[in-house]
């Protein structure tokens, strides 16, 4: 029975590590870091990098851990500190997502409105 | 029309070009310095080169043939005709790159909301050990 929860568990694990990763490698290369200059704001849970994304899950003793994703899925501890975590780092990356949303969002905006300006001149051109 | 009437019709457009090139840059910056380009670029099927953008670090550029730096088009006149010509087709291709990654975004945020629901059974049963340890 215990086995049998503890498959399910890890099948979980995995899903959770695989939407995880997922999102840190999108996210990885320069968002962040976007975001930092928009925002001035650090993540706090997720490093997110190329090769190997990670959570920064904290320990008992006030310690912190940088964990790879892909331990969720496989190690025990890092199971069980990822569970106490999830609410924060699904707020953290939720909040990041939100941001980079908004961005493009403006970006859409600008370029419509330039479009828009340019319509005449454009005309002009094509006679 | 009078060479007076010319000059500030071209003030007017230099002010406009102005505009546009601030406008170019910092959407390709953005999309090629701050957004995993190679991510929107696979999910979009778009080869840069198809219209033209060297988004190497430093100087933002647009080419058809011939590379341009997007300031140019604020005070040289081929830079400008060569811009107008080409706008349609910049202007649509930067769009369909900016949908990619607002439809990427979109479906990381759907995946992350679908991922809690899933967890929440561990997740209360993670808080009620919690809480049975700490009693």
């Known amino acids: 029975m215990v086995v049998e929860e503890l498959r399910e568990i890890e099948k979980a694990m995995g899903k959770a590590a695989k ?3 997922s999102i ?33 899950l904290p320990m008992p ?5 940088e964990v790879p994703v892909g331990d969720i899925a496989r190690d025990l501890g890092a199971i069980v500190r990822f569970i106490e975590n999830f609410p ?24 419509k409105e330039l479009a828009d300006e340019l319509a005449p001149i454009l005309v002009v051109e094509e006679l | 029309m009078t060479k007076a009437r010319i000059i500030v019709e071209l003030e007017e457009l230099k002010k406009v070009m102005a505009a546009a090139a601030k406008c170019l840059e910092d959407i390709i910056e953005f999309l090629f310095h701050h957004v995993p380009a190679d991510v929107v670029l696979k ?38 005709i ?26 990381k945020k759907a995946a992350l909301k679908k991922l809690i629901d899933e967890l ?16």
């Open chain 1, 19 to 21: 939407v995880i990763g």
């Open chain 1, 24 to 56: 840190l490698e999108f996210l990885g290369r320069e968002p962040i870091r976007t975001l930092k200059w928009e925002k001035d704001k650090e993540p706090k849970y997720c490093r997110p990098h190329n090769i190997n994304p990670k959570l920064i």
């Open chain 1, 61 to 65: 003793g006030g310690m912190e851990e």
């Open chain 1, 88 to 111: 924060k780092i699904y707020r953290e990356l939720m909040e990041i997502l939100d941001l980079l949303e908004e961005l493009v969002k403006e970006r859409k905006r600008a370029l």
């Open chain 2, 43 to 80: 999910e979009a099927r778009i080869t840069p080169k198809r219209v033209g953008f060297s988004f190497d670090y430093g100087p933002v550029f647009y080419t058809k043939k011939e590379k341009w730096k997007v300031s140019r088009i604020t005070y040289d006149i081929d830079a400008i």
């Open chain 2, 82 to 107: 060569g811009f107008m010509r080409t706008f349609p087709d910049i202007s649509r291709e930067l769009m369909s790159m900016l949908d990619c990654v607002e439809k990427i975004v979109k479906e």
């Open chain 2, 120 to 135: 929440t059974p561990i997740l209360v049963l993670g808080e009620m050990a919690g809480d049975e340890e700490a009693r």
